[in-house]
């Protein structure tokens, strides 16, 4: 019997989340805990889809007030609201941009669609997806981001370690540096990659790597961050199909 998703705690984790979002006291940090239904986040999960910390600005929290996504991603209706899916991700103080088709949601999509083809859309609904970090920023480079990056490492870390999974697929697997390999594979002691597959074309691409390991009894998948992907979509793709089956 599959385990349901412990609300108390999730609710806990989101009140630590916007804890740490209003130590940078500013519009532009905002805190987005969770991308996928909370009912999806259970102990034991086969899956879990993380990246580094949301990006996005005072425009993009007003676009998710307005849409309701705090509603929506507590809702437990099926199926499961997705951020990668079903919001609308706006530049600058747009509010005009189609649900899912932001770059990052392109490439998003494309990778469920590599590792799980016909059933891409309900694998993806059904994993629990967060970032590392829960607040947002304009980039790593954010210097707020740095007082508060320990706790929300231990924040990220934390709710990995409540929901147990079976499998970690994650991407910004830069080596050194902010980004979720560093920055989570030190904090666990995972260090070595053996069989990196080289992903060519782009310089500053080819210093990362798509990698398929089991490490500490949990199968991971670590990919370049995928905002970098959109013009490489055919090569993730193939590298992605070649790995061993992922159900």
Not at 116 to 128: F, I
Not at 184 to 211: V, W
Request: net charge positive; aromatic share 10%.
């Amino acid at each position: 019997m599959t385990t349901p998703a412990d609300l108390d705690f999730l609710k806990v984790m989101k009140a630590k989340a916007n804890r740490l979002a209003k130590m940078l006291d500013s519009p532009d940090n905002w805190a987005k805990p969770f991308y996928s239904d909370v009912h999806t986040f259970k102990p034991g999960v086969p899956r879990v889809f993380i990246g580094l910390n949301p990006a996005g600005n005072r425009y993009s929290h007003q676009l998710d007030e307005c849409d309701k996504v705090e509603e929506k991603t507590w809702s437990g209706k099926e199926p499961y609201h997705n951020s990668y899916l079903d919001e609308r991700w706006g530049k600058g103080n747009s509010s005009a941009t189609v649900a899912g088709q932001a770059d990052l949601q392109k490439v998003v999509k494309h990778v469920f669609k590599a590792m799980y083809r016909d059933s891409w859309e309900t694998e993806l609904r059904n994993t629990p997806c967060f970032n590392l970090i829960p607040v947002s920023s304009r980039g790593t480079c954010d210097p707020k981001l740095d007082t508060i990056w320990d706790d929300g490492v231990k924040w990220g870390v934390e709710l990995l370690e409540y929901l147990r999974p079976e499998f970690i697929i994650l991407y910004g697997n830069a080596k050194t540096g902010k980004s979720v390999w560093a920055t989570l594979y030190e904090k666990y002691g995972l260090n070595q990659i053996s069989r990196p597959l080289r992903i060519a074309g782009n310089r500053f691409l080819k210093q990362d790597s798509i990698s398929d390991e089991v490490l500490s009894g949990v199968r991971v998948v670590s990919m370049p961050h995928l905002s970098y992907m959109t013009d490489h979509l055919p090569v993730l793709e193939e590298k992605l199909r070649t790995l061993r089956p992922f159900s």
